[in-house]
């Protein structure tokens, strides 16, 4: 785990949690290249549990469907145990309901299996640095989706993404936390509300602090589980 004391560019230590050895193989050789450490490989949940406990990395890399303890389980222990970890789920499909409930538990983000290279490598640096890997609008559409009516995944709800608890946040991080929830960007929001984006970045520090959220993904999911956003918003 990385220290306080390191640099946030400085290169994050990963594990690589899949049931399939070659996809594990080929992760470790591309990171190993472009100077990213992998510290440990697991084929299962239970095992990538277990290997973060003693491991520490900074990021993991987990795949969704496993045998033995899948990655929403697997994810939902780890971050439990180590808040401060950053995890990405592997999967074959972009609009996927096991990464919607992996998102509400605390997910920075997913990658497809047939990632590029140079993308996947981008990606586990740009989570170690906090931010989530997502465009809001595939966040968007991915909540739309999953996020209004049945949400059972198997035979587990989806955990909301924070203390549901709005009355903390004043008129304004309301406005924004909407407004995140529909899908713009700092830039947007900077524009849509005549503010600056130093201001913007400051409200959105606010309520990620105010209701515990780790990133904009989960800003986005709580947004609709809380009502504040419904599908066909613009």
Known sequence: MTSPDRPMDAAPSVLIVDDQELIRTGFRLILTARGIDVVGEAADGADAVA???RLRPDVVLM???????DGLEATRRILDHEPRCRVLMLTTFDLDRYVY????????GFLLKDVTADHLAAAVRLVNTGDALLAPSITRRLVQRFATGDQHVGDRLSTPA?????????PRELEVLTLLGRGLSNTELAHHLTLSEATVKTHVARIFAKLAL???????????????????DQ
């Open 101 to 108: 409930a992996a998102l509400a538990i605390g997910a920075s």
């Open 214 to 232: 780790r990133d904009r993904a989960q800003a986005v999911v709580l947004a609709y589980e809380t009502g504040l956003v419904t599908p066909g």
């Open 51 to 53: 290997a973060e406990r």
């Open 63 to 69: 795949d969704i469907r496993m045998p033995i303890m």
């Open 162 to 170: 924070a203390h549901l608890d709005l009355a903390a946040l004043t």
